[in-house]
């Protein structure tokens, strides 16, 4: 293609809240255009990059046995009842009726829809294992949408879906995809993308994990060991914490004038936040308390404790509905509750540590020396359970070695989902002594244009993206200075009409621009292998050659031997996107 | 493939409101399946020939120029305001708020989105023409879905648009696009597919064609001279009829008794109706009266009517506001009409035939000799343009042969839209004086799934479709009969594998069914080639095999000949899909 044709402006600004590599180059580069908050439209640039990322998806999905379908974006509500998620999700799914007045939504997710398949089309064990996927648009409500591609309203994705006669063939299955999942991404040219255990979240489900490109400006953030062997989303990650295991010693009121904070009592008693116990109060979505108490030095990690009381949405309790409890704001504990009649969630880092200081449920007082085993009454109705936050240097679980905090774009995951929908669907199938019985299913998504700026994140430099060979919008990028003279005009149609010959996909700077412009644009569009030709190199009979990353650095090569050695480039930078090629 | 693997039952009965072939055999042979009204799920056969048409409509998009991009199915009502078209369209286009109570709407067309791109990214005549297409999913909300894949409401569409920067370019160019649409349908296999001229309706613009494939269940009529020299849809076919020219004879009263339609005054006075003058009165949507007089024996055509007087929406008036105008129901005619007063439509039919019988405005009675350029007061007042709809037999406009009727399915389309949205949405460029001009745009679209349907209706037997190699969902359907003895087995892994590694596509049922109930199943699938493997055509080291269209006629092959055999028959049939190969 040539530059001048091509459809798309590079343009000089990023817009003002573009502040992460990928938003800035998609912008500058015209890869995408913004159309309304969180809807963008792909230009052919960015066209072509996701096109080649969706045929790296369907030969990796076919290679697990995956069976391409297509289903609807507009959905019937009656679909989302019967799995119980059209009341359950909240307004992240747009609903809306139809001209009939019929109660539709935009799909963000699909189990609802291939249940719907699965349950007419898959009868027999003997068609299982199976596995359905679509390259497809979805749709969440996003009420902020940020970061360009990261995260939208609208977007592709490759969703799958697995299904199974049992536990064990799933697991087998979601190993597999898992490789499959390693493969993509290394295939996409992404240099770092970890798997890491995580929270199911609304998909719900036992086992998940999600890929994670690394990356400074991602939103999730994951606590790994540095032997690679433990890793998790901060949603879910554990730590191995010892706890103080002292003889306890009787407890005892002390007088803690104004003492409402950790922070206060700790400074005031001489004592080290550890030696503390937090007590911290939630109300979950019917206003009913619920009373949380963890080690002083420690944070309380929502989404464990949303998990833990299985309730979806919480928000810290206000004074009044505390004080209603019986208890007193800043110097509450468990020594002032029923734990027969509040909610009550212990981290094992009270429940098993020794003489803390906790509230004495009196203004401007504590107790020294709080031990749970002897002092927690109702112990039988209260809740002890991991609801921590892990902090970075914390040991890790299975190692013990201080936990390391990464940043990463989560561009996949992965979730074995069991009967969570098959069961309230009636997916059944008939075993082989004609008992029918739900599916096991497991579900697998990749979104395609946050993919795409995962791989900016991680390939670019100050002038724009580093695209790797495997998703290149073109291959080679052709520029011609000076190119009104005839014979610069000449040598660069017919190297250009020879690269295509070749069947190269070449980019062919014909517009004539000074060379600071048209090297600038090259940068933006950030294709790996960059051609110049000008008189200078003409009148050698040779070419300027580089790679895209290698900076300033250049070669000058025999204008009669381009073309393999440009082959040969090609094929030595798809060799990095091989799955069988050691990472860096 | 493994056919006992394939996710899609195919079913011995279609539901009871498939009536075409296509709505029949897609959901029997398990390529759809209904997901809510008008809203389908491609199952992976369905899927498989969509990817093919899809890679057909990139080709061709790709050799006229084009360049992909993807715009969203999600739009911002503020686009569509900005055209007029959010006011302008009914309740086929919905409209929805999002959750920040913006008003949002489901693209079922895209130039609005497309302009917003052309009008930052294309800035000068340097850049013209261009053309940018998709292949996206579309959403129209139908009152009545209906046919299968003929008539639903989500759907996949190639929808192109061109920008220009003088009308001369876009004809040129609007040619090629015909030409490429020629192709496309020649090479998804359509046997027979008339480009006609056609009503651009709500998108506007003054050229347009339909692209019919004939076949009986079509919605569309479309009028064609025998020698193909004159195709034109329904809506806007004209013939040229004769009139009568006879002298003027003397306006004379008459009693007709109760002879209220044009066949009652036509019996008792034993005329023609074509010696006749119907009045026909519509409302506008301000229920404002329009007046419509044609001959007695030709229809009015509400899409004309429509367009001549530029509204939208028409319906019958009621007497009571017939009555106001002053004027009889059942008797009206010019004679009794204030044209200054009243909005009068009238056809050439009846303006330049002489001595027709017209209503008295009285009632009970009529009026012989109605001459219009004598009779009809203020006809400078009146219009008078051809609202006839044609019927078949008519004397064709350019030859005066008789019109042909023939049903058609619009398959795709083509528009040259002029300024209508790059004008009012500020859509312009500079032209070499550096002047800011409107670019004249062109609009090109294709429905993949209703394209595979029509394909279904024109390439189908009694027992299934017979899909063109072209958009096969395979090329070679490989039985084994009687599988279960070994050397069966192993003869057809072996072929199977053979076929595989010499990369042709082929499905290989087995599953040891009845050759009856494999063949059926053959049937329905539609494969083009089909190989048959038993013991007795062992024993003699042959394969039986025919082509899906041979009904019961087959060939014995040597197995040791297969290969070659079936690559050249591949061709053969591939062959029959390209562009350059005259139609049967």
Same sequence: chains 1, 2.
Avoid at 156 to 185: N, P, W
Avoid at 359 to 369: I, K, R, S, V
Avoid at 460 to 485: R, S
Wanted: hydrophobic share 40%.
């Amino acid at each position: 293609m040539k530059l001048s044709q091509l459809v798309g402006q590079r343009l000089k600004e990023a817009p003002r809240d573009a502040q992460t590599a990928s938003h800035i180059f998609l912008i500058r580069g015209g890869y995408v255009r913004l159309v309304s908050a969180g809807l963008y439209t792909l230009l052919p640039l960015g066209r072509r990059i996701t096109r080649k990322i969706e045929q790296i998806l369907r030969e990796e999905m076919d290679r697990v046995d995956g069976q391409e379908i297509r289903m609807p974006v507009v959905l019937p509500a009656e679909l989302w009842e019967e799995s119980g998620r059209y009341a359950k999700v909240g307004s992240e799914l747009l609903r809306f009726k139809d001209r009939n007045g019929k109660d539709m939504l935009l799909g963000m997710t699909h189990e609802e829809a291939v249940v719907q398949v699965a349950r007419t089309e898959l009868v027999s064990y003997k068609q299982l294992p199976s596995m359905l996927y679509q390259i497809q648009t979805k749709y969440r409500d996003e009420a902020r949408p940020r970061a360009g591609l990261i995260r939208v309203r609208e977007f592709t994705m490759k969703d799958a879906y697995s299904f199974h006669g049992s536990q064990d063939c799933l697991e087998k299955y979601y190993e597999r995809c898992h490789e499959a999942y390693v493969r993509i991404f290394k295939r996409i040219g992404l240099k770092q993308c970890l798997s890491i255990l995580s929270d199911s979240g609304m998909m719900g489900g036992a086992v998940s994990h999600e890929f994670m490109a690394i990356a400074d400006c991602g939103e999730d953030t994951i606590f790994a060991s540095p032997d690679g062997s433990y890793r998790a989303n901060r949603e879910v990650a554990v730590a191995k914490l010892a706890f103080a295991k002292d003889a306890p010693l009787p407890l005892n009121k002390v007088h803690t004038p104004g003492c409402k904070t950790i922070a206060d009592v700790a400074a005031f008693l001489k004592l080290s936040p550890a030696q503390t116990c937090k007590a911290v109060f939630y109300k979950d979505q019917d206003n009913k308390l619920v009373f949380v108490c963890i080690r002083g030095d420690l944070e309380v990690n929502e989404a464990k404790l949303r998990k833990a009381i299985q309730c979806p949405e919480i928000d810290f309790a206000n004074d009044e509905l505390i004080r209603a409890a019986g208890t007193v704001p800043g110097f509450a504990s468990l020594l002032g509750i029923d734990a027969k009649k509040i909610r009550v969630v212990v981290d094992p880092s009270v429940s098993e540590s020794s003489n803390l200081v906790v509230g004495a449920n009196e203004e401007d007082h504590h107790m020294l020396n709080f031990n749970f085993a002897r002092d927690a009454a109702g112990r039988e109705h209260i809740m002890i359970t991991d609801i921590a936050t892990v902090r970075e240097g914390d040991p890790c679980p299975l190692t013990g070695q201080p936990l390391q905090a990464l940043k990463g774009i989560e561009v996949g995951n992965i979730f074995q989902l069991g009967t969570k929908y098959s069961a309230p669907m009636a997916c059944n199938y008939l075993d082989q002594d004609g008992k029918s019985k739900p599916m096991i299913m497991g579900c697998y998504g990749i979104g395609v244009g946050r993919a795409m700026a995962a791989v900016i994140e991680q390939c670019h430099d100050d002038y724009g993206p580093v695209w790797p060979m495997a998703i290149a919008p073109f291959q080679v990028h052709l520029i011609g200075l000076n190119i009104n003279q005839p014979e610069v005009r000449q040598a660069c149609d017919n190297l250009y009409q020879s690269l295509l010959d070749a069947g190269i996909d070449a980019l062919y700077d014909d517009r004539g621009e000074k060379a600071g412009f048209a090297f600038a644009d090259a940068d933006l569009i950030g294709v790996p292998l960059r051609l110049v030709v000008s008189p200078k190199t003409l009148a050698q009979s040779q070419v300027e050659f580089k790679q895209r990353n290698w900076g300033k650095r250049s070669e000058l090569i025999a204008l009669d031997g381009v073309l393999p050695f440009v082959q040969q480039q090609i094929q030595e930078l798809m060799a990095l996107c091989r799955p069988d090629t050691p990472t860096a």
